[in-house]
């Protein structure tokens, strides 16, 4: 038993000790490349000039028809919402959740 004591602190000491030597060689390796990048300058902003409305109008359109469609939820059809392994999976949920009535003894 002492031996596996020993073991188990003696590993747990190797283990500090190499965590240490990591902390000091990331504080050494973080210190040398400590300079900061300059900020990149940034393009001029889109513009919507030389782009004819027929072109500005499908976009919008598209923009749109995504927004709409990622507000709506997935499974919206009654016959996925009908599964039988959806019905089954939420039976299996809510039947820890829902309170049993106890018997009464006579």
């Not at 504080?27 to 513009?47: G, I, K, V, Y």
Request: net charge positive; hydrophobic share 40%.
């Amino acid at each position: 038993m002492v031996y596996g004591m020993g073991l188990v602190f003696l590993i747990l000491a190797l283990l500090w000790l190499t965590i240490s030597l990591f902390q000091r060689l990331d504080r050494r390796l973080s210190a040398r490349s400590h300079t900061m990048p300059q900020p990149a300058t940034s393009p001029d902003p889109p513009s919507a000039e030389g782009l004819s409305s027929e072109t500005l109008a499908a976009i919008m359109a598209a923009i749109h028809r995504y927004r709409y469609e990622m507000q709506t939820p997935v499974a919206t059809s009654s016959a996925a919402a009908r599964s039988p392994w959806l019905i089954t999976g939420r039976a299996r949920q809510l039947r820890n959740t829902i309170p049993q009535r106890r018997s009464k003894q006579p």
